[in-house]
């Protein structure tokens, strides 16, 4: 592929109404690495999350245009892939995460569900390594 056409996906926009919380949540239950957290103005902050492993990151915030203007909660079925969802499922409920149950799919792809505390929507995914 030539390297006008080669592109990566790094930073996804997550939408939420309180940033602190958001930022605690993420941080603390999830183990996101926090990036960076920019006070850029009165009314434009920048907070950039990386999941513990992940080539791409999540950015919360206020007075970021059209991304601020999202309704929080709105985003639904990001996933967060892992080697071993039983393991990470219990590490995330011993930090306080409401996540559901393991449902096993055909071929052994493995999901389990749980919101921020604005309500998007986040999937655990195990998907076997013979697929």
């Excluded at 602190?20 to 103005?41: E, I, P």
Aim: charged residues 25%.
């Amino acid at each position: 592929m030539a390297a006008a056409s080669y592109m990566r996906l790094e930073l996804v926009p997550v939408p939420v109404s309180d940033v602190d919380r958001a930022k605690t949540f993420y941080a603390d239950k999830l183990g996101f690495n926090v990036d960076h957290d920019t006070q850029a103005s009165d009314t434009m902050r920048v907070v950039q999350l990386t999941p513990p492993g992940s080539a791409c990151s999540i950015v919360i915030g206020t007075g970021l245009g059209e991304i601020s203007d999202m309704k929080s909660g709105t985003v639904k079925g990001l996933h967060l892939v892992v080697a071993d969802i039983e393991a990470t499922r219990t590490a995330l409920v011993e930090r306080g995460v409401e996540i559901g149950d393991i449902i096993v799919y055909p071929r052994d792809v493995k999901f389990a569900r749980f919101h921020d505390p604005d309500g998007n929507l986040w999937l655990l995914q195990e998907i076997p390594p013979n697929l």
